[in-house]
């Protein structure tokens, strides 16, 4: 097959397309802790077939649900394999790519006109024993935990009415509630939201639906104690331009961020918008919290303008990434005072892929880690992911004190988000686990699984698993200790 010549489709985005299982890997350096035992779920975007429309985006690829299971014995078992939608049964079975331009069902082949088009390749998520794999465009697809094969399209039990489901849902840590949303729920470009949360046995309790003030790309949002927060960019659907075979989001520099905030378990009536700087984009909220004098405030990553390149191209921004500007911000909804204002307070440098304890969830909280890029560049950054270049560095902040510390990755190392596990010891931040990838020639790469103390980044990894097969760039991941792993096959 010949793919493009972009970065979609190179380094380490070249795609791999091979379903793999490896079995009894074991570290290279260092020990693997007592404490991480359980499976590393990663979502990883691979395309079956070449596209047909160019440019593309690698936000088009084909979704793979890659299993990193850490067993007791000590060893590493790493499993990948793809999430067979329709769209990826259609186009397996022609043997070639029938979807068009991203997300616009009017450049299909005509053979598709009615085959649900998501790729489910964003988010695994893991609730209730029950593993789903997510994209924000259409349905959840739920997937055997233990064999990784595609179950179906999820719909809660047949009562969801969304036609489509977040790529980030949010659990309270104290109910084991999944509180969840989803945009352009009625259809193509539509500024109506569905949210609804499930018990903490996963049955649906109550989906409510709103307009929104613009189809937004709403790619994450945030709970706290008592509030649902959704963060709406400005970068839009409109429903002309897709059926022109247009793009389907448009940035627009001239339009205020808006941001949503409801009863967590209320009523949609009751939701109040907030108004933020014109034209800035941000695509992951580490937390939110409230303080005792009404306020709310919401950390998440920021850039001047829209962060995905195809986006910009499509918006005719032209902005090099070097100069996306921005940072890790917090931003304050005062919900006892009139107005829509929203202070902004800077909290660190540019990054994203943020993460946080479970326990932290919509509290108050300590510390979080994210992923950068080192400021003293040590060669050109390693080429890969859904914006074309790699991170180098791993990042610590400290809310009590204001304190950034980090660990920058080696000269031609890059590497991807990172999960949270707990640490059984009292006080102990746990560990921070994620893939770096190694660029050893041209086109040449190893691969590994690095796991760090969260506590003590400076230090660098404590241990190092290689994974000897090419991997591609995973996009988001989820941590599942082994005692609910097991709890859900015994059930």
């Given at each position: 097959?010949?793919?493009?010549?972009?970065?979609?489709?190179?380094?380490?985005?070249?795609?791999?397309?091979?379903?793999?299982?490896i079995k009894?890997?074991?570290?290279?350096?260092?020990?693997i802790?007592a404490?991480?035992?359980?499976?590393?779920?990663?979502?990883?975007?691979?395309?079956?077939f070449?596209?047909f429309?160019?440019?593309?985006?690698?936000l088009?690829?084909d979704?793979?649900?890659?299993r990193?299971?850490?067993?007791?014995?000590g060893?590493?078992?790493y499993?990948?394999k793809f999430?067979?939608?329709?769209?990826?049964?259609?186009?397996?079975a022609?043997?070639?790519?029938?979807?068009?331009?991203y997300?616009n069902p009017y450049?299909?082949?005509?053979?598709?006109?009615?085959?649900?088009?998501?790729?489910?390749?964003?988010?695994?998520?893991?609730?209730?024993g029950?593993?789903?794999?997510t994209?924000?465009?259409?349905?959840a697809h739920r997937?055997?935990?233990f064999?990784?094969?595609?179950i179906?399209?999820?719909?809660?039990?047949?009562?969801?009415?969304?036609?489509t489901?977040?790529?980030?849902?949010r659990?309270?840590p104290?109910?084991?509630?999944?509180?969840?949303?989803?945009?352009?729920?009625?259809?193509?470009?539509?500024?109506?939201m569905?949210y609804?949360?499930t018990?903490?046995?996963?049955?649906?309790?109550?989906?409510?639906?709103?307009?929104?003030?613009?189809?937004?790309?709403?790619?994450?949002?945030v709970?706290t104690?008592?509030?649902?927060?959704?963060?709406?960019?400005?970068?839009?659907a409109?429903?002309?331009?897709?059926?022109?075979?247009?793009a389907?989001?448009i940035?627009h520099?001239?339009?205020?961020?808006?941001?949503?905030?409801m009863?967590?378990?209320?009523?949609v009536k009751?939701?109040?918008?907030?108004?933020?700087?014109?034209?800035v984009?941000?695509?992951?909220?580490?937390?939110?919290?409230?303080?005792?004098?009404?306020?709310?405030?919401?950390d998440?990553?920021?850039?001047?303008?829209?962060?995905f390149?195809?986006?910009?191209a499509?918006?005719?921004?032209?902005v090099?990434?070097?100069k996306?500007?921005?940072?890790?911000?917090?931003?304050?909804?005062?919900?006892?005072?009139?107005?829509?204002?929203?202070?902004?307070?800077?909290l660190?440098?540019?990054?994203?892929?943020?993460?946080?304890a479970?326990?932290?969830?919509?509290?108050?909280?300590?510390?979080?880690y994210?992923?950068?890029?080192n400021?003293?560049m040590?060669?050109?950054?390693?080429?890969?992911?859904?914006v074309?270049?790699?991170?180098?560095?791993?990042?610590r902040?400290?809310?009590?004190?204001?304190?950034?510390?980090g660990?920058?990755?080696?000269?031609a190392?890059?590497m991807?988000e990172?999960?949270?596990?707990?640490?059984?010891?009292?006080g102990h931040?746990g560990?921070?686990v994620g893939?770096?990838?190694?660029?050893t020639g041209?086109?040449?790469?190893?691969?590994a699984?690095?796991?760090?103390?969260?506590g003590?980044?400076?230090?660098?990894?404590?241990?190092k698993?290689p994974?000897?097969?090419?991997?591609?760039?995973?996009v988001?991941?989820w941590?599942?200790?082994?005692?609910?792993?097991?709890?859900a096959?015994?059930?």
């Open positions: 097959m010949s793919f493009p010549a972009t970065l979609d489709y190179m380094g380490l985005n070249k795609p791999v397309g091979r379903e793999v299982s009894g890997l074991k570290p290279s350096e260092g020990s802790p404490d991480v035992k359980g499976v590393f779920f990663r979502a990883v975007p691979d395309p079956q070449e596209p429309f160019v440019p593309d985006t690698a088009s690829d979704g793979m649900i890659s990193v299971l850490f067993n007791e014995d060893t590493v078992d499993d990948i999430v067979q939608t329709p769209r990826w049964k259609a186009e397996n022609a043997g070639k790519r029938l979807f068009g331009r997300r450049t299909n082949d005509p053979s598709v006109e009615g085959v649900e088009g998501t790729v489910s390749n964003t988010t695994p998520i893991w609730h209730a029950t593993l789903l794999m994209k924000e465009d259409g349905p997937i055997d935990p064999t990784l094969d595609t179906g399209a999820y719909d809660f039990g047949g009562v969801l009415k969304s036609k489901m977040t790529a980030h849902v659990i309270d104290d109910t084991q509630e999944m509180f969840v949303y989803g945009y352009e729920a009625d259809g193509l470009c539509s500024a109506t569905a609804w949360w018990d903490k046995d996963g049955k649906l309790v109550r989906e409510q639906w709103f307009e929104a003030p613009f189809c937004s790309l709403v790619h994450d949002f709970i104690e008592h509030y649902a927060i959704f963060p709406l960019q400005p970068t839009v409109d429903l002309g331009i897709v059926k022109a075979k247009g389907h989001w940035h520099p001239e339009l205020e961020y808006h941001v949503g905030i009863p967590l378990r209320g009523d009751d939701m109040r918008w907030f108004k933020g700087p014109k034209g984009s941000s695509f992951h909220m580490m937390n939110a919290f409230e303080t005792p004098d009404g306020k709310v405030h919401m998440h990553h920021v850039t001047d303008t829209i962060a390149p195809h986006i910009r499509d918006s005719g921004i032209d090099p990434p070097q996306l500007g921005g940072g890790f911000q917090r931003w304050t909804m005062d919900m006892a005072a009139e107005g829509d204002g929203i202070a902004v307070t800077p660190g440098p540019p990054g994203d892929m943020p993460r946080i479970n326990a932290d969830q919509g509290r108050a909280y300590k510390q979080g994210y992923c950068s890029m400021p003293q040590m060669g050109p950054p390693v080429m890969g992911g859904v074309g270049a790699m991170f180098s560095a791993l990042l902040v400290d809310f009590q004190t204001g304190a950034i510390i660990y920058n990755l080696p000269p190392h890059g991807s990172t999960v949270h596990v707990d640490a059984s010891e009292p931040e560990w921070l893939v770096v990838d190694h660029e041209p086109d040449q790469y190893e691969h699984i690095w796991i760090w103390n969260a003590n980044l400076p230090a660098g990894p404590v241990c698993v994974i000897p097969t090419r991997m591609r760039p995973q988001h991941g941590w599942v200790p082994m005692k609910d792993y097991l709890a096959k015994a059930a």
